[in-house]
T-cell receptor
């Protein structure tokens, strides 16, 4: 079955540490996205990529970084500069046009 | 700028009764509209979309939504609610022309639907 796989499901970060969240899709979608979800705030866009080796900042990119070296993969690094990283992180993908996004099952990041 | 509002944080309904989850939007051109559902600790699942055509859109799990251009609304409905429909529901909108050249949708804050037995 085609879909999006996020790993790990739960992740803990120590002070001053960078952590990387994995996102892999086998849907052959060109576009991929990272969202942050906090209670009562809906989804906020961190980064998105429309094509390999290209990505754009979303609304809350500070303290995060991404790469898009392969069409299937769009990892997100939460750096030590992100002072409030505790949240549920969702990865999504879509075709370019008017189609809905497909979402992974998320990674919950907490601070130790 | 494109925006979407879900005016209710929570909707309560008895099992077997009809349900409505409200969504209003604002775009400069024609809208592409989507509804998603999220169960606890899971990602969002697509329910239905409106791109063009019939104002009443039918989707998964018996849900439907009515597009109303004059009221800029896209309310989600179901004739008979089930306890298993209890979840978080998100409305999303995208301008047909693409805001600033992108096609990134804007999501509402979500509405928690609670169906009581």
């Amino acid at each position: 079955d085609g879909g999006i796989t996020q790993s790990p499901k739960y992740l803990f970060r120590k002070e001053g540490q960078n952590v990387t969240l994995s996102c892999e899709q086998n849907l052959n979608h060109d576009a991929m996205y990272w969202y942050r979800q906090d209670p009562g705030q809906g989804l906020r866009l961190i980064y998105y990529s429309q094509i390999v080796n290209d990505f754009q900042k979303g609304d809350i990119a500070e303290g995060y970084s991404v790469s898009r070296e392969k069409k299937e993969s769009f990892p997100l690094t939460v750096t030590s500069a992100q002072k409030n990283p505790t949240a549920f992180y969702l990865c999504a993908s879509s075709t370019v046009l008017n189609q809905p996004q497909h979402f992974g099952d998320g990674t919950r990041l907490s601070i130790l | 700028a494109q925006s979407v509002a879900q005016p209710e944080d929570q909707v309560n309904v008895a099992e077997g009764n009809p349900l409505t989850v409200k969504c209003t939007y604002s775009v400069s051109g024609n809208p592409y509209l989507f509804w998603y559902v999220q169960y606890p600790n899971r990602g969002l699942q697509f329910l239905l979309k409106y791109i063009t055509g019939d104002n009443l859109v039918k989707g998964s799990y018996g849900f439907e939504a009515e597009f109303n251009k004059s009221q800029t609304s896209f309310h989600l409905k179901k004739p008979s609610a089930l306890v298993s429909d209890s979840a978080l529901y998100f409305c999303a909108v995208r301008d047909e022309g693409g805001q600033g050249g992108s096609y990134i949708p804007t999501f509402g804050r979500g509405t928690s639907l609670i169906v009581h037995p």
